[in-house]
């Protein structure tokens, strides 16, 4: 099972940028599907974006052009741009890996990070 390490967390004001990474061990990363998902205090788990291993990226209605997802199979790594973002965009942020196609279900997802905090300020 694959090992995820997220990263690039923190405090920022409204309408700033932050860049999080996901370093995944094991030698199949290329195989696998990455999401990338959040939780905000008080509320369930939900998905913000999904890359599956052949480069198609989908997203969540509330970040769809403000956050790009990428992978780097040759550093076994997938990342979140996040830019304009807004304090509801304040949450822990996980990222995950399945086989097979995209999925926004967290139930589809095999592994799972230790997440990284956002916090966005108004």
């Known amino acids: 099972q694959v090992q995820l390490v997220e990263s690039g967390g923190g405090l920022v004001q409204a309408g700033g940028s932050l860049r999080l990474s996901c370093a995944a061990s094991?030698?199949?990363?290329?195989?696998?599907?990455m999401g990338w998902f959040r939780q905000a205090p008080g509320k369930e788990r939900e998905f913000v974006a999904v890359i599956s291993w052949r480069g198609n990226t989908y997203y969540s209605d509330s970040v769809r052009g403000r956050f790009t997802i990428s992978r780097d199979n040759a550093k076994n790594t997938v990342y979140l741009q996040m830019v304009s973002l807004k304090p509801e965009d304040t949450a822990v942020y996980y990222c995950a890996a399945r086989r097979g196609g995209t999925s926004w279900s967290i139930n589809e997802y095999d592994g799972w990070g230790q997440g990284t905090q956002v916090t966005v300020s108004s």
């Open positions: 094991g030698r199949t990363f290329s195989s696998y599907t």
